[in-house]
C-alpha cells in the first residue's frame, strides 16, 4: 500500500467541469470517448456499457482518459452512432439541466464529472495504468462527492473554488481506493504503477512535458536518461508499456485539445505549438486519434456548455 500512497502523493488533481444531462432520445455510441477522465454518474434511469454490462440508478461509469467505451444512454430502442455523429448532434440525445431543477427533472438523468489525475503533472494516472471502463457501485462516500463537486460548483458562495479542488482531490482518492478494495485489475495494478518508482523515467516525463514542441527523438530522450539511443525505446516501453513516440504523440495531441478548448489560435498555431510544423499532417493525426477534426474540437466545447 505504501507504494499506492506514494503515487497518490505525486499527483496533481484539477477539477475541469460537472454537467447535469437528461436524457431526450435514447442513444448508443459505439466509440464514446474524452481525452479527460470522466465519471458518469446515474440518477434516475438506466444505461449500459461495453458487453451489456448494465449501470442502474445510483451507480456510475467511470471511463479513463484517452479510453473508448460503447455505451448506451437510455432505455428501449436505441440508434447505434458514432462518437464524431452523436458530438455534431449531441443537443438531440442530451438536453442540459440546472442544478436548480436537478432534483424536479423528468427522465433519465446523469451527472458528468470530468478531471485529470497526472503523475508529477505529466502522465495520465488512469490511462497509464491501462485499466478499461468500470462501474462504480455501492459507494455512497464517492457518490455524495459528486453530488458535493456540482452542487457547489453552481453556487456563489466564497470559498466554492477551494472546496470543488478539495473534494476532485478526494474523488480521485476515493477511485484509487475503490479498485483497490475491491481488487480491480490487479495485475495492471502491479505492473503499470511501478514504474513511478524510476527517478529516469519521472525525468523523461519531465522533460517531455517541458519542451512539447521541440526534439523528442530518441536520441534526445536517451541523453536524458542517460541510457544508450538503441535502448531508450525498449526501456521506456519495458515500464510504460508503451513505445516513447507514441506517448509523445499523445502528449502533444493532449495539449493540442487543451489549446483548442482554452484559447482562439489557429490550428496552424496550435500544431507549431505542439511541435508539428506540417499543419496538414498535424491535422491529419488528430483526427485519426480523436475522430473527430481539430477545428470541430472548439464546437464541441461549445456543445457540452450549453
Known sequence: MEDYNKILESLS??????KHFRVVEPVQVSNYYDVENIIIYLRK???????????????????????????????????????????????KYWQSVSQQHIDDAEGEIFTC???????????????????????????????????????????????????????????????VRHILDRKLFVEQLATNST?????????????????ISGDLSNKVLAGVANVSEDYVGQYFKMLTGINPQDYIEYQRMEKAVTLLRTTKRSIREIGKDVGY?????????????FGIPAGKMRRRESLMNV
Open 13 to 18: 488533481i484539477r477539477f475541469l467541469k460537472v
Open 45 to 91: 434511469g438506466e444505461m449500459t456499457f461495453g458487453n451489456d454490462e448494465v449501470v442502474k440508478s445510483g451507480e456510475a461509469l467511470f471511463i479513463p482518459g484517452g479510453k473508448n467505451a460503447e455505451v448506451k444512454f437510455g432505455s428501449g430502442n436505441a440508434q447505434t452512432i458514432h462518437n464524431d455523429d452523436f458530438l455534431n448532434n449531441r443537443e
Open 113 to 175: 464529472v470530468n478531471f485529470e489525475a497526472k503523475v508529477f503533472d505529466s502522465v495520465n494516472f488512469f490511462a497509464s495504468l491501462d485499466i478499461p471502463p468500470f462501474k462504480l457501485e455501492d459507494n455512497p462516500v464517492l457518490f455524495h462527492l459528486i453530488e458535493d463537486i456540482a452542487r457547489e460548483n453552481s453556487s456563489v458562495q466564497p470559498g466554492k473554488d477551494r472546496i470543488v479542488k478539495l473534494n476532485t482531490e478526494r474523488l480521485v482518492v476515493e477511485i
Open 195 to 211: 514504474y513511478f518508482n524510476d527517478p529516469r523515467l519521472i525525468d523523461i516525463f519531465a522533460y517531455i512535458k517541458e519542451n
Open 277 to 289: 510544423k506540417d499543419t496538414a499532417y498535424f491535422c491529419r493525426r488528430f483526427k485519426m486519434m
